[in-house]
């Protein structure tokens, strides 16, 4: 199991359906397809600056990264990067990407079948009508080499 975190450039959403609709687009736009884009500036940035806290799982050998997939910058298409981390460090690993994010000017969201809008007061849940594409990269990305699922 992984928990995933749903990282854009633009705006934190005000709440859990402004997420939706947000992650959903850029979801569709950037993901959804067999043909990606390379990564933004700002979203390469976000991973290098995540990699200088934690390596890349396809360089781990002592197994200390929290990313579940690697390279963690495959995760990304334009504007847009959606990635799982070991449930065994998703708390510490998701609060420093969370903040990251919004210390960038990021927008950002928790995944997992359920997108939640980060607030000032604490994630609150709601559906994400998308879940069922998401389920299915997550699925695909388990299943390619040199990629981890904890």
Not at 106 to 118: F, K, Q
Request: glycine share 8%; aromatic share 8%; proline share 5%.
């Amino acid at each position: 199991m992984s928990y995933d975190l749903a990282v854009w450039e633009g705006d934190r959403p005000a709440n859990d359906r402004a997420a939706s609709q947000i992650l959903s687009g850029l979801y569709d736009r950037y993901l959804d397809g067999e043909a990606g884009e390379p990564a933004s500036e700002r979203i390469a940035a976000y991973v290098s600056t995540l990699l200088e806290r934690w390596r890349d799982i396809t360089e781990d050998e002592e197994e200390t990264s929290p990313w579940a997939v690697g390279p963690l910058i495959d995760s990304a298409s334009g504007p847009l990067i959606y990635f799982g981390m070991c449930r065994s460090m998703a708390e510490e690993a998701s609060a420093y990407s969370a903040a990251l994010a919004k210390s960038l000017g990021l927008g950002e969201a928790v995944g997992s079948g359920r997108v939640r809008a980060r607030s000032e007061t604490g994630p609150a849940p709601a559906r994400f009508h998308a879940a069922t594409r998401i389920s299915r990269l997550l699925r695909a990305s388990v299943r390619a080499p040199g990629r981890r699922s904890s």
